[in-house]
């Protein structure tokens, strides 16, 4: 079956140190998106990534980075900076990257502890 | 800019209860408007959708009318279960923007037997 598969499920870090949460997709999608989901505030868009080679900045990137090396991949590193880290983190993939109806399938999330 | 408001929860049903998500939006163009569903500890999954003004979007039960006089996209089922307790996340997806959603802040749905 294709989808999005985000690992880990759970995980846990110190304060001070980067981690970086993995999201593939097997849906031949070009683009690909970093959402950070917290209590109350719905999803804002981190970053995103309409071909390989190429992303842009979402509405809160301070703190975060991402690459594109491959279709099929997109991690993101949650870097020292980030003064809050702690969220649930979900990435997505639409079909065709300027396609404004095209709905967005997502990964089940990467719940992320810093303390 | 373009933004999206929810009506706040937590709402609680009684099985077999109307619903109704109230949802409105703000945005230039014509934007097409979305409603994802949120099971707990999972992703999103796209519930409906509507492309234009007065199309109806609908799948199992549920519905809702893009109303561009109202600015509105409000969902509705007829008669709620418990299965369909979630979170629920009104969303739209502006002309140019290469495809991003913007996000109301989700509805939690409790549904009691």
């Known amino acids: 079956d294709g989808g999005i598969t985000q690992s880990p499920k759970y995980l846990f870090r110190k304060e001070g140190q980067n981690v970086t949460l993995s999201c593939e997709q097997n849906?031949?999608?070009?683009?690909m998106y970093w959402y950070r989901q917290d209590p109350g505030q719905g999803l804002r868009l981190i970053y995103y990534?309409?071909?390989?080679?190429?992303?842009q900045k979402g509405d809160i990137a301070e703190g975060y980075s991402v690459s594109r090396e491959k279709k099929e991949s997109f991690p993101l590193t949650v870097t020292s900076a980030q003064k809050n880290p702690t969220a649930f983190y979900l990435c997505?993939?639409?079909?065709?990257?300027?396609?404004?109806?095209?709905?967005?399938?997502f990964g089940n999330g990467t719940r992320l502890t810093v303390t | 800019g373009n933004s999206v408001t929810q009506m706040e929860g937590p709402v609680t049903l009684s099985e077999e209860a109307f619903l109704t998500i109230n949802c409105t939006y703000t945005a230039t163009g014509y934007p097409s408007l979305f409603w994802y569903v949120q099971y707990p500890g999972e992703g999103l999954q796209l519930l409906l959708k509507?492309?234009?003004?007065?199309d109806k979007g609908s799948n199992k039960g549920f519905e809702a009318t893009y109303r561009k006089e109202t600015t509105s996209f409000h969902l509705e089922k007829g008669s709620v279960q418990v299965s369909d307790s979630a979170v629920y996340f009104c969303?739209?997806?502006?002309?140019?923007?290469?495809?991003?959603?913007?996000f109301g802040q989700g509805t939690e749905l409790s549904v009691k037997p």
């Open positions: 849906l031949n999608h070009d683009a």
């Open positions: 997505a993939s639409s079909t065709r990257h300027r396609a404004d109806n095209s709905p967005l399938h």
């Open positions: 990534s309409q071909i390989v080679n190429d992303f």
């Open positions: 509507a492309t234009k003004a007065d």
């Open positions: 969303a739209l997806s502006g002309d140019n923007q290469g495809g991003k959603l913007i």
